[in-house]
């Protein structure tokens, strides 16, 4: 339905079509979970960083290329590379203080713990 319309994003978050990485984000009782599609990316030049409610990923993939037979000319390429840079904003009872990542299969997931006022309590009936 989106593409009928200049192929706007569904939600004011979303981002540009082409960026890079592609992004999924959820969240539990205590964290909310990240999970950025970064094949292709060495885990060890990935910069992460939280800062005033906002997380940034950010890095380089390098170009990996199968050769084309000679005297192809290539004409479309579809796989983005060189370096990238994504900002997410974090919900306000996002925790800065605890956050992990880590690499795995090509995905990087990131875990931002919530502050604990924020978190859901049970309140006993007196």
């Known amino acids: ?5 200049g192929g706007f994003p569904s939600s004011l978050r979303s981002s540009r079509f082409g960026t890079f990485p592609h992004i999924n984000v959820g969240t539990t009782d205590s964290t909310i979970e990240i999970v950025a599609f970064a094949p292709g990316v060495d885990p060890a030049k990935l910069d992460i960083n939280v800062d005033k409610g906002l997380l ?6 390098s170009a990996q290329q199968q050769p084309f037979p000679e005297g192809t000319r290539q004409y479309a390429q579809e796989r983005f590379s060189g370096t990238f840079r994504r900002v997410i904003e974090l919900p ?6 605890k956050v992990q990542a880590r690499y795995i299969d090509g995905c990087l997931l990131i875990s931002v713990g919530k502050r604990e006022a924020s978190q859901p309590r049970a309140i006993t009936v007196q």
């Open 56 to 61: 940034s990923i950010a890095g380089e993939r």
């Open 92 to 97: 306000q009872q996002a925790d800065p203080d």
């Open 1 to 5: 339905m989106s593409s009928l319309f």
